[in-house]
């Protein structure tokens, strides 16, 4: 991160501080860079809960010379964030978004009654801030008065593991995270205590419903609000909030309406514009976009209803073709990821055969896994094969690697 930032002639704000800060610092300097070094146990005793505006104001009094001094440079008039992502798909690549871009796409959230959800709330975030999602929803939540709780990093569980014990979580009323996040969470429900929590923020556009019945077991009277976007759409492309009563057998697939920042268009197989309902490619355009010429084709599929709202069928490239039909592995992979004695899974295609990949519980054998595959499954969507795996390969992010 810092050699990206060094390479776009960014200044550079590191935190916590690191043991090489001192050598850092004296590569920035002949570049005419600043590299400011702090730590994040200056704003609270726990280290992990803090507001954004307390750190600005950290910031841009070390770049001035230190808390002495009564004058203060800014430390972020013309500069940008740079994501590392890993990708599903291809190649990894190199995202910078400018921090105007971010502050347009959020004051017109906050124009739209987009984040009315987060006013106030002491929300905790599952992401970590160098992931696009993450530092999305940490600014977003910042914007609208929010206390942040990021995870603590010791569970072996991940973040969720972090729900489960630790300093002030009892008073935590919102969670945000990605579906991969929210299926553990689901499973894991009868360990977590959230007397408070009312809100729940799923990146990702859109959430498998057997994940969210479990999940509202546990808060039957929470909001959910579902997101799109990608890391080059800072900070979301569409937005949609669901209010309790939540219904059995609610469908939980529309993202909701496009933020008035970015224009969202589909493309048909000809790059016509789609008609509602009609499936194709999700194009995002405006200047907020981080792309060339300020128009993303993003390789995803999906559809907008009458209403105006998107629908997000899968990726381009991850379908399995299988006797003629278009099989979507997200949906697979989310059917069977709900299934007893499935821990985890990954669906591929093979010589026009489905194979299901899967950590499996202790115990199951793949008689009984294949059965209870197809009480759930249709009969086409049924794996040709079972193979068993100690983990499935995921990016930092928790989504599926298909290469």
């Known amino acids: 991160m810092f050699w990206s930032s060094v390479l776009a002639g960014l200044d550079v704000l590191l935190i916590p501080a690191q043991k090489r800060s001192g050598q850092l610092s ?11 070094f702090s730590d994040v146990a200056d704003l609270a005793p726990a280290g992990s809960v803090f507001r954004l505006d307390d750190l600005l104001e950290m910031a841009e009094r070390e770049a001035a010379g230190g808390a002495g001094t009564d004058t203060c440079t800014p430390l972020f008039d013309d500069a ?15 995202v910078r978004c400018e921090y105007w871009q971010f502050a347009k796409v959020i004051d017109a959230m906050l124009a739209a009654g987009a984040l009315e959800h ?3 709330r002491q929300a905790f975030i599952s992401q970590p801030l160098v992931h696009s999602y993450g530092l999305s929803v940490f600014l977003e939540y910042c914007a609208a008065g929010a206390t942040i709780v990021l995870p603590a990093g010791r569970s072996a569980l991940g973040p969720v ?14 969670v945000e995270g990605v579906p ?7 499973k894991l429900r009868s360990k977590i205590h959230l007397p408070r929590l009312r809100h729940l923020g799923v990146g990702g556009g859109r959430l498998d419903p057997g994940v969210m019945q479990g999940v509202l077991e546990l808060v039957p009277n929470a909001t959910v609000s ?18 309790p009563p939540h219904e059995q057998g609610r469908e939980w697939r529309s993202s909701g309406r496009v933020i008035p920042a970015y224009d969202v268009v589909i493309r048909a197989e000809d790059s016509a514009v789609a008609a509602p309902g009609e499936e194709g490619e999700i194009v995002v355009s405006g200047d907020c976009v981080s792309a060339p010429d300020g128009v993303l084709r993003t390789g995803d599929l999906g559809y907008f209803d009458a209403r105006g709202e998107l629908f997000v069928t899968g990726r381009r490239s991850a379908f399995i073709k299988r006797r003629g039909y278009r099989l979507s592995p997200e949906f697979i992979e989310a059917v069977a990821g709900t299934c007893d004695g499935i821990l985890d899974c990954r669906a591929r295609g093979c010589d026009d055969r489905l194979i299901l990949e899967v950590v499996a519980a202790p115990g199951r054998s793949d008689r009984e896994l294949l059965a209870a595959l ?3 499954l249709p009969d086409t969507m049924v794996p040709d094969m079972l193979e068993r795996v100690e983990q499935i390969p995921r990016t930092y992010s928790g989504k599926i690697k298909r290469s």
Do not use: N
């Not at 991969?180 to 689901?186: G, P, R, T």
């Open 26 to 36: 004296a590569i920035a300097a002949p570049l005419g860079l600043r590299a400011v």
């Open 80 to 94: 940008a964030f740079v994501f590392q992502t890993s990708g599903t798909e291809g190649e990894p690549k190199t």
């Open 226 to 243: 579902v997101r799109y976007g990608l890391t080059e759409t800072p900070s979301v492309a569409t937005h949609k909030l669901y209010t």
């Open 180 to 186: 991969f996040f929210w299926s553990q969470f689901a």
């Open 118 to 120: 987060a006013r106030g």
């Open 161 to 174: 593991g972090d729900l489960m014990t630790g300093e002030g979580i009892a008073e935590i009323d919102a």
């Open 374 to 376: 197809r009480e759930q």
